[in-house]
Every structure is written in C-alpha cells, then in structure tokens.
C-alpha cells in the first residue's frame, strides 16, 4: 500500500451541529434541497472566469486556486455548484481577505477553525461555494486527489454518480443529511486511492502543503 501522510489519509467527518456551529449568517437556500443534474461543460468554462476575478482581486495573497468536487469532473452527475478551493497564507487573518471576496459578492456562510481553518464562502447566486483553505491544510489535498481519480476511473465515476442519485432521492425529506450519507461511498473510494503508489507519488511530488502557483 502507498504511504500517505496521516493527515491526508484520516478524513474529516464533521456533524450536523458542528456545521451550526460554524454557520455565519443565515443558511444558503441550496442547503434546502439537492438537485443532481447531468454534468455541463459549461462548469468548467464558469471556473476559468472566477479563477480569473479571484486572481485579480487577491493578488499576491493566493497560493493556489483549483476547481473540485463533482462538477469538475468531466461526465458526472453533479449539484449545478461549482466548488473552489482557495489556498492562502492564513485563513485566521481574514482582514486580508474578506474584503475583497466581499467586494467580487461572496458571502462568509462558514467559519471552522477546527477543520484546518476552513473558512466557507458563497456567491450571490449561490451557484458557487468558494472554500478557502490554510497554506498547510490537508483536506485540499484530498480533493485534488478524489478529482483526479474519477476523472481517470469511469467505474468509480459511475457508482459515485449513481449512488449520489439515490441518496439525494432518499434524503428528500431531510436534504441537509445527503452530505453526510455520501461518507460511506466516498471512504470506498479514497481506500482505492490511498492503495494506488502513482497518486500517492504525485502528492509527494507536489507537496500537501500546495505550493503551486494559482492557475
């Protein structure tokens, strides 16, 4: 089995109240339902265009910018949501960049110290969750990771994209459980990666730190 760094290895599995503790404000309406679609082209060509307004407006304080969860993954089904990891410095110092994401819309919807820092924001048209992260934290890593795999593996695509179906069926009446019902499927998933040495030399290669430059 490949060596993975333990922090990247042992996900995060937070819980309905820890995620109120951490709400600023009041809740994004999409956290009411879940609608799965069919996958668009047009996410990634949405992602460009905010990577870019981002880029612009944090200069100099951005370590890297990338495109995650299902929507930047090419065939699957997703949420219409474009999910964003955002790298800084620090996310305690949020004077050096709340501002500015609020001046581009975004609103601060989460603020978890206890999970790396992670600091959640969204857009006005709640079509964007924009999730900034410490240069250190582990769980951007994990994305990438998880991202890549599908990209790379249709079967795992197929059943992700399949079960996420039915659990967005089956969580209906209580949608704000459909996150955590996805542990089971998504911890299958990342067993396979954490086995495949090639990943786990490119995390080695590139540093869990994620010190690449944003493009």
Not at 106 to 118: K, S
Not at 165 to 178: E, F, I, K, M, S
Request: aromatic share 8%; no cysteine; proline share 7%.
């Amino acid at each position: 089995m490949a060596e993975y760094p333990q922090d990247v290895v042992q996900r995060f599995h937070g819980s309905p109240e820890q995620v109120d503790a951490g709400l600023v404000g009041e809740p994004p309406r999409t956290w009411g339902s879940v609608v799965i679609e069919d996958y668009d082209p047009t996410w990634a060509q949405s992602f460009t265009a905010l990577r870019s307004s981002l880029t612009e407006a944090l200069d100099g304080l951005i370590i890297g910018v990338e495109h995650v969860g299902s929507t930047a993954v090419p065939g699957l089904a997703a949420k219409p949501v474009i999910d964003i990891d955002l790298i800084i410095g620090d996310t305690a110092e949020e004077s050096t960049y709340l501002p500015a994401l609020e001046r581009l819309g975004y609103r601060l919807v989460l603020r978890e110290p206890w999970w790396h820092g992670h600091r959640m924001f969204l857009s006005p048209a709640e079509d964007v969750n924009l999730h900034v992260w410490p240069r250190a934290a582990p769980e951007p890593v994990r994305h990438r990771l998880f991202r890549d795999w599908l990209r790379s593996h249709p079967q795992d695509r197929e059943m992700y994209a399949a079960t996420k179906r039915r659990l967005a069926r089956d969580t209906a009446h209580r949608p704000r459980d459909y996150s955590l019902a996805k542990n089971d499927v998504i911890d299958e998933i990342y067993a396979r990666i954490f086995a495949a040495p090639a990943a786990a030399d490119a995390v080695e290669e590139e540093g869990v730190t994620n010190d690449a430059d944003a493009r």
